[in-house]
């Protein structure tokens, strides 16, 4: 969960502390963060990424209304699912796999 958290949510907070001085500077600049359609909706077994998705797309949000005046836009991208062999290895309760028992 902490491992989960730290990168992203903690990941994109700490570049948006960063970049954010640098482009209120300047007047001008984009953040775009990458969240996830499980940013919206939790996923069954899946609770501490959804979490620290929910985080950035919070964090995002608020970021957004506070670099406006400053003319720094901040952006969201939310991907669906990609196919990948990430569910492969998952384990559930009860020693079932994501495949079937």
């Given at each position: 969960?902490?491992?989960q958290?730290?990168?992203n949510f903690?990941?994109?907070?700490?570049?948006?502390?960063?970049v954010?001085?640098?482009?209120?500077?300047?007047?001008?600049?984009?953040i775009?963060?990458?969240?996830?359609?499980?940013?919206?909706?939790?996923?069954?077994?899946?609770?501490?990424?959804?979490?620290?998705?929910?985080?950035?797309?919070?964090?995002?949000?608020a970021l957004?209304?506070?670099?406006?005046?400053?003319?720094?836009?901040?952006?969201?991208?939310?991907?669906?699912?990609?196919?990948?062999n990430?569910?492969?290895?998952?384990?559930?309760?009860?020693?079932?796999?994501?495949?079937?028992?």
């Open positions: 969960m902490r491992a958290m730290d990168t903690g990941g994109t907070f700490l570049m948006c502390r960063a954010a001085p640098v482009m209120r500077a300047q007047g001008t600049g984009m775009i963060n990458v969240s996830s359609l499980a940013g919206i909706v939790g996923v069954p077994f899946a609770g501490p990424y959804a979490a620290s998705k929910f985080a950035v797309e919070g964090m995002t949000e957004r209304h506070e670099l406006r005046p400053f003319g720094v836009r901040v952006c969201l991208l939310e991907p669906g699912d990609i196919d990948t990430l569910p492969v290895n998952r384990q559930l309760a009860g020693g079932h796999t994501a495949t079937g028992p």
